[in-house]
């Protein structure tokens, strides 16, 4: 574009504006099993599973728990276990660890329950692509399949993923509606004239009463965003003009989890069992898993009983349970006393890892 085609004003009211739009109301067909989408609603609906879907309760069943011995740290690991600690600590010195003189090592019985969920839900929405040419499996092909009727790839049990999939002989062309079929839209920076105000200038075509040497004292510019043309492409439809409607239907699967421990040493932070393993020594796997009952920590029951039956309530209404799963941990836990240089210390050593847990140690360094 030369100096004289910048004064040329390229305006186009025919062009509607640049910038997001969603398609108007009624825009959209209607899909048999997909009403809620009327008009041009694009939002997510989420898609609740048929009745016969959700697992059906039985009050009188519940699961037994065998007996379990509560496990124990020697010295030796305990010493361990505490050199590797203070190893990870530059301001401790190993001195302590290694002379330390045992008083007391106190195993607790400490229980891990958790309730693994693994649900599966299903939402759909409007979704557009250009139309390149691409074959369109639409209604001529036959009746669009239900959310729940629609065949997906399952992934591994209790595992978290997300599927997108094209309801079948949902699709169909339209014109784009941001574009109204053009293929360009007006260039939302100069407002489809193709020039802009100088900036150096403002406009007035004069700086510092000389003429402007950026415009050259026209006061306006080439568009920099449109290069003068007034217009761009439309990104909605690439360009193409049409658009390939269709619903996308979304599945996920989600594994919800619930975890208890019941508070049994009050010093130490419940919080820390959250990064060790346990022994899993009882695991329930079924459809639906139900109440334990008959263990010896009653705490342990009660967890069990209000977690189902809350996963129950809460998941079954807006999503498919396709597996439940219930163990019970048993996560060591020692508390060791011991003297060094005449002073009483003590520490906890947890988990399977061996793991520590102390808040004061006999000798630290600190550099000023």
Not at 1 to 22: C, H, V, W, Y
Not at 115 to 129: G, I, K, N, Q
Not at 179 to 188: A, L, P, S, T
């Amino acid at each position: 574009m030369d100096d004289k085609d910048e004064d040329i004003d390229t305006f186009d009211p025919n062009l509607p504006e640049e910038g997001p739009s969603a398609p108007p109301p009624g825009w959209l067909d209607s899909v048999s099993g997909y009403e809620e989408h009327m008009g041009g609603d694009c939002t997510g609906q989420i898609c609740p599973p048929p009745p016969d879907f959700v697992p059906k309760p039985e009050n009188d069943k519940n699961a037994s728990v065998p007996n379990v011995m509560v496990p124990t740290v020697s010295e030796d690991v305990a010493r361990d276990a505490l050199l590797q600690f203070v190893g990870k600590k530059w301001t401790y010195s190993s001195k302590p660890a290694k002379n330390l003189i045992f008083k007391e090592l106190k195993p607790f019985t400490i229980y891990r329950y958790r309730l693994e969920t693994f649900t599966e839900s299903r939402s759909s929405a409007w979704e557009s692509e250009p139309h390149t040419g691409q074959c369109v499996d639409g209604p001529q092909n036959g009746v669009s399949p239900p959310p729940w009727q629609v065949q997906v790839c399952y992934p591994p049990k209790f595992t978290d993923s997300v599927q997108k999939i094209r309801v079948p002989h949902s699709s169909f062309i339209k014109p784009c509606h941001q574009c109204h079929g053009d293929g360009k839209v007006r260039c939302r920076h100069c407002r489809g004239r193709g020039l802009t105000r100088c900036m150096f200038c403002h406009g007035s075509g004069h700086s510092r009463n000389r003429r402007c040497t950026t415009c050259h004292g026209r006061g306006r510019k080439r568009c920099v965003s449109c290069h003068g043309k007034g217009d761009k492409g439309c990104l909605t439809c690439n360009g193409y003009r049409n658009l390939v409607h269709f619903i996308q239907l979304t599945v996920a699967w989600k594994n919800q989890v619930f975890e208890f421990i019941p508070n049994r040493v009050p010093e130490f932070p419940l919080k820390k069992f959250e990064k060790v393993s346990g022994e899993a020594f009882f695991v329930d796997e079924n459809l639906r898993v139900y109440p334990i009952e008959g263990f010896p920590d009653r705490e342990i029951c009660d967890a069990s009983k209000g977690a189902i039956q809350n996963h129950l309530l809460k998941y079954s209404a807006v999503s498919r349970i396709l597996q439940q799963r219930q163990t019970i941990e048993l996560v060591p836990l020692t508390h060791v006393y011991y003297a060094y240089s005449g002073k009483d210390y003590n520490y906890f050593v947890f988990g399977r890892e061996n793991k520590v847990h102390t808040t004061k140690y006999p000798s630290s360094c600190s550099i000023l």
